[in-house]
């Protein structure tokens, strides 16, 4: 059973940067999609990155060229860098992992984080 652990999450200015990272115990992500997915206080869980078994990088709109998703050479730990944040990416971003293909690479994520809260704030 992967259990997933994120981490990296913080209260920070607007403009500032995060980076949160993704490990997990009882297995690899290695062979898995991985995911950051967030949500916000009131609101649905957004999916804001992912990176497939190929390889292929995916992202929300909103956050196109401020958030990097990557992964070590041993894709062990997965990162999400998070740069020019904004109070509207207040959240908790959680990380999933899933395996098999899927018509999308958020879909079917099989193993969840706890998730760890990012909040953007003056």
């Known amino acids: 059973q992967l259990q997933i652990v994120e981490s990296g999450g913080g209260l920070v200015q607007p403009g500032e940067s995060l980076r949160l990272s993704c490990t997990a115990s009882g297995g690899s992500l290695s062979s898995y999609r991985v995911a950051w997915f967030r949500q916000a206080p009131g609101k649905e869980r957004e999916e804001v990155s992912c990176i497939s078994n190929f390889g292929e990088y995916q992202y929300l709109n909103s956050v196109k060229g401020r958030f990097t998703i990557s992964r070590d050479n041993a894709k062990t730990t997965y990162y999400l860098q998070m740069d020019s944040l904004k109070p509207e990416d207040t959240a908790v971003y959680y990380c999933?992992?899933?395996?098999?293909?899927?018509?999308?690479?958020?879909?079917?994520?099989?193993?969840w984080g706890e998730g760890t809260l990012v909040t953007v704030s003056t």
């Open positions: 999933a992992a899933g395996s098999g293909m899927t018509i999308s690479c958020f879909a079917g994520m099989k193993y």
